[in-house]
């Protein structure tokens, strides 16, 4: 790609508009390898508590001389632009970042189902959600400020904020004082499937992995059953669905 370049101070503007973007990458991998590598040496929790930290002072810091670089100002840490949009732009954008993360998500997926296999795609699937699950809880945890043990009602708020919550339709059914089943009752993925004459990809494996640790990382007192989930049939209405509980104090 950059034959004929020695340094960076060789690179024609396509070619630097390349490695900028190639920057902006390094910077991701850096800042998920830092959080891995404190999670490993300190454990999950100190690592959570870090990481919160270090990300919001970061970005304020990139930010800011991004800010003075392009010429727009910030306001209480937020981009001016973004605070100028209209609602719907706004809402189309907030829709289009988490397809984005539904894409990368597959892209990967796909990247191992096709290199390795399907089952060694499926492991690291399971694995990852095994990471990712606790760490979205812990920064909607941070966001929506619940505390340490929001019970139910906590989860039940933290469910809808939930990067899933922007691309699929769910629902919440109310069933006892100490229950209820939240219900995924639209999937991008699954329908996406059927409209294809696909049968239903088998999530079930994935899926007890993602909702009990997302659960248990809200409150650990809070326990997970999976009411169906394919390859497990289910009705028309939804998905899968999954009975979320907390012991009577």
């Given amino acids: 790609m950059f034959d004929n370049a020695d340094s ?24 998920a ?18 990481l919160n930290n270090a990300a919001k002072t970061s970005s304020q810091i990139q930010l800011k001389h991004l800010a003075k670089l392009f010429g727009f100002d910030m306001v209480d840490g937020i981009p ?18 988490a397809k984005n993360w539904l894409v990368n998500d597959g892209v990967w997926f796909q990247a191992i189902e096709f290199s390795e296999g399907m089952n060694e ?23 929506l400020q619940l505390g340490q043990q929001p019970g139910l ?7 809808g904020f939930r990067v899933y919550a922007n691309i699929n339709t769910q629902s919440i059914v109310e069933e006892t004082p100490e229950s209820f089943v ?8 699954q329908s996406a499937r059927k409209r294809k004459g696909l ?11 993602e909702y009990t640790y997302f659960a248990r990382a809200i409150d650990t007192r809070i326990t997970t059953e999976c009411i169906g989930c394919p390859p497990d049939k289910h009705p028309d209405d939804w998905y899968c669905a999954w009975r979320f509980s907390i012991s009577p104090e």
């Fill in 33 to 50: 390898l830092w959080y891995t590598e404190v999670r490993h040496q300190m454990g999950e929790d100190k690592a959570f508590k870090i």
């Fill in 199 to 209: 049968a239903d990809y088998p999530c079930k494996s994935a899926g007890l992995v």
């Fill in 80 to 97: 001016e632009p973004l605070l100028a949009m209209e609602d719907t732009q706004l809402h189309e954008l907030r829709e289009r970042v």
């Fill in 8 to 31: 960076v101070a060789d690179l024609d503007q396509k070619q630097t508009a390349q490695y900028v973007m190639d920057l902006f990458h390094r910077i991701i991998i850096h800042h």
């Fill in 153 to 159: 009602a906590g989860l039940k708020r933290a469910l």
């Fill in 182 to 189: 939240f219900q995924m009752n639209d999937c991008r993925v």
């Fill in 121 to 143: 795609a499926k492991r690291c699937n399971d694995s990852c959600w095994a990471q990712f699950s606790p760490f979205e809880a812990e920064s909607i945890r941070e966001q």
